[in-house]
C-alpha cells in the first residue's frame, strides 16, 4: 500500500513498541551486547500478563522458552555423542583386525 500525503492521526503517526523480545540465545546476546560467558535467562525479555477482572490474583510475567541454550545437560549429551562414535570406530577396528 501507498502512503497518502498525510499521516492518519493515530494510525501512521504513532510508534508502538514491539510486543515480543527475542527467543533465541544469540539474538538476546546481540540485543543486549553480552559476553558468551554472561547468563543469557537473566536478560529475556519478560511481559507482564494481567489476571482476569475481578480476581485478586497479582499479576505475574511470562518470558520465552530460549532455544539453542547451551546448559550442562546439552554439553553432556554432546560428549556422550562423541564418545559413542569414537567406541564404534575402535570396534569397528577391532572386527576388522579380527576378520582379516
Known sequence: AKRGKEPIPDLTNKVLPRRLGPKRANNIRKLFNLEKSDDVRMYVVRREVQPKEGS?????????????????ERLQRK?????????QREH?????????
Open 56 to 72: 485478586s490474583r497479582k499479576p505475574k510475567t511470562k518470558a520465552p522458552k530460549i532455544q539453542r541454550l547451551i546448559t550442562p
Open 79 to 87: 560428549r556422550r555423542r562423541a564418545s559413542k562414535i569414537r567406541k
Open 92 to 100: 569397528s577396528k577391532q572386527q576388522a583386525a579380527a576378520y582379516a
